[in-house]
């Protein structure tokens, strides 16, 4: 019922940035919360920034004060700026959506988008 579309991500050197999207489509009017998560290899998959409904927002402990969520209603777009990357930061985001649709909660996965910080 919702489809996602996560770009912006690449090569980036420690301490440079990108900033992510996701294009966000659908049965839209159902989500409460959408997420960026991260995944790098033989780890799981870890929450990194939510924004609900209201426009609050939280941060990993990992990510506080250099990533920012953010979301563009009129577009149907979320958004991650990602400031001093860290190798450590090297990852494939995820953006992620949470609906209701009547009393069913849904959980909605993009595809993906690979972030390499490296020199």
């Known amino acids: 019922q919702v489809q996602l579309v996560e770009s912006g991500g690449g090569l980036v050197q420690p301490g440079g940035s990108l900033r992510l999207s996701c294009a966000a489509s659908g049965k839209l009017f159902g989500i409460y919360a959408m997420a960026w998560y991260r995944q790098a290899p033989g780890k799981q998959r870890e929450l990194l920034a939510t924004?609900?409904?209201?426009?609050?927002?939280n941060y990993a402990t990992s990510v506080k004060g250099r990533f920012t969520i953010s979301r563009d209603n009129a577009n149907n777009t979320l958004y991650l700026q990602m400031n001093n990357l860290k190798p450590e930061d090297t990852a494939v985001y995820y953006c992620n959506a949470g609906a209701q649709y009547g009393l069913e909660d849904y959980d909605f996965w993009g595809q993906g988008t690979q972030v390499t910080v490296s020199s």
């Open positions: 924004i609900f409904s209201n426009s609050n927002t």
